[in-house]
């Protein structure tokens, strides 16, 4: 692929970032200076990309010009994300796309052990706690996950987590749209 080739196919993946990051092209107008005319014009592949327009838009989208007009082949595997803060919570997409299954690392601070207060919505979870100790309420049922435990649970009954005994949470979670469910199937091996 020469250079006009790499350059007209940044269109394409201009968009698919936009998307990924769930903004809209005004968003993206008001974060860079670059009008949605252009904008538009950049994804459909109506303009030539040059480098004033490239690196605002590898900015807003925490990426690198060479993701942006890379050379087709293999795809670059790492997934560039930007943690979320949510609730004193630090939640790390683990996943490229806004929909179907999603993972994040989660991060709970020190100190997050509040008065749960349930919560429901369509979907499914499931949670993997990597160190400390999580308390899930799960409707009129508490549980206390350790390290190396998992929960899964349809996310329509009302639920909350914290840290059980005021101390930090690392964990993996999965959730996924009413009906998709993950399935993790593992053995236990006995050491003696």
Known sequence: MDTDDAIGAAGIRLRALRR???????QVEEATGISTST????????????????????RVYGTTLDELVRAPGVPDPRVRSRPIRRDGMTMLPLTRHAS????????LPPGRRTVPQPRTHEGYEWLYVLSGRLRLVLGDTETVLEPGEAAEFDTRMPHWFGTQDGGPVELLSLFGAQGER????????RRG
Do not use: I, N, W
């Open 39 to 58: 904008l538009s014009r950049l994804e459909s592949g109506g303009r030539r990309a040059t480098l004033e327009l490239l690196l605002p838009l590898a």
């Open 20 to 26: 990924d990051r769930g903004m809209t092209l005004a």
């Open 100 to 107: 179907g299954l999603q993972a994040y690392k989660m991060v």
């Open 182 to 189: 993950a399935h993790v199937r593992a053995s236990t091996v």
